[in-house]
């Protein structure tokens, strides 16, 4: 079992940054892939960035590429996203997943095991 706890959101106006986090306890954490997804109202969840268990390799959704940077250190057992030159379309619920998987499976949430509560974000125009 792995146990994921998301913290850093909040309301930032468009233009401005936010850095999340995704501390993990339980198994070991560099076993995982890590993951992060958003929902926003009326809509289903979706990928907005992973990374493989070593780091080494990272995915991105389009439209967050150059803004959003997703980084682990397997020392802390903790998972960041940091995102820059937010719009108001970035507004949602963002959750962190962990699972056993590699890239393609990371870009769809059958490819985690372990979710987080979710943490809202929410970018004012």
């Known amino acids: 079992q792995v146990h994921l706890v998301e913290s850093g959101g909040g309301l930032v106006q468009a233009g401005g940054s936010l850095g999340l986090s995704c501390a993990a306890s339980g198994r070991t954490f560099s076993n995982y892939a890590m993951g992060w997804f958003r929902q926003a109202p009326g809509k289903e969840r979706e990928v907005v960035a992973a990374?493989?268990?070593?780091?080494?390799?990272?995915y991105y959704k389009d439209s967050v590429k150059g803004r959003f940077t997703i980084s682990r250190d397997n020392a802390k057992n903790t998972v960041y996203l940091q995102m820059n030159s937010l719009k108001p379309e970035d507004t949602a619920v963002y959750y962190c997943?962990?699972?056993?998987?590699?890239?393609?499976?990371?870009?769809?949430?059958?490819?985690?095991?372990?979710w987080g509560q979710g943490t809202q974000v929410t970018v004012s125009s």
């Open positions: 990374m493989s268990r070593s780091g080494v390799n990272t």
């Open positions: 997943a962990a699972g056993p998987s590699v890239l393609p499976q990371l870009i769809m949430m059958r490819g985690y095991d372990y």
